[in-house]
T-cell receptor, first 114, second 114 residues
């Protein structure tokens, strides 16, 4: 199993640009989670999906952030326009809803907004 | 509300010494508890988990954790630390359902000295 796949691994962009982060969950998993990790705030849940449906997006910081899951094998997190304070590591995780809630994490995308 | 507290931000131990990382949780029902490890530049890897049964659980890399309901604690231990154990450790709590997010502590950074 390839595990959770995230791309790109690193992204450097300028303020105001659109950023799209991608995630491919483990095949067969039906829950997907987007987290953001910063030194100040630690690991924060942004949004999660069950069976491709967004369940809770209360962690999304602003309207500049949006996430989609068009099918069971792909999700995107988009920031438009990006700001320097969005610089962080963004993790995607997936789990099997009928399992014991063990979440499997991807390697993360390190985003730097200049 | 669910919450996890890791009182120690940073711990330094000598190689070969024993280790205990503290974790306290607040949860309204029977908690499902996890310890994850994050090496520099990597995603989170599951070390061990507790769902029910024996309160002492064994994990990978020689780690173990003990669930103490009366103290709302789930401390991580290792009898002899190796230099490769230097990493960030996260305790998390969740519900029995696989389709709800985990709540993570802020993490404890472990440094290992010779």
């Amino acid at each position: 199993d390839a595990g959770v796949i995230q791309s790109p691994r690193h992204e450097v962009t300028e303020m105001g640009q659109e950023v799209t982060l991608r995630c491919k969950p483990i095949s067969g998993h039906n829950s997907l989670f987007w987290y953001r990790q910063t030194m100040m705030r630690g690991l924060e849940l942004l949004i999660y999906f069950n069976n491709n449906v967004p369940i809770d997006d209360s962690g999304m910081p602003e309207d500049r952030f949006s996430a989609k899951m068009p099918n069971a094998s792909f999700s995107t997190l988009k920031i438009q326009p990006s700001e320097p304070r969005d610089s962080a590591v963004y993790f995607c995780a997936s789990s099997l809803a009928s399992g014991y809630n063990e979440q499997f994490f991807g390697p993360g995308t390190r985003l730097t907004v200049l | 509300a669910q919450s996890v507290t890791q009182p120690d931000i940073h711990i330094t131990v000598s190689e070969g010494a024993s280790l205990e990382l503290r974790c306290n949780y607040s949860y309204g029902a029977t908690p499902y508890l996890f310890w994850y490890v994050q090496s520099p530049g990597q995603g989170l890897q599951l070390l061990l988990k507790y769902f029910s049964g024996d309160t002492l659980v064994q994990g990978i890399k020689g780690f173990e954790a003990e669930f103490k309901r009366s103290q709302s604690s789930f401390n991580l231990r290792k009898p002899s630390v190796h230099w490769s154990d230097a990493a960030e450790y996260f305790c998390a709590v969740g519900s029995p359902s696989g389709n709800t997010p985990l709540v993570f502590g802020k993490g404890t950074r472990l440094s290992v000295i010779a």
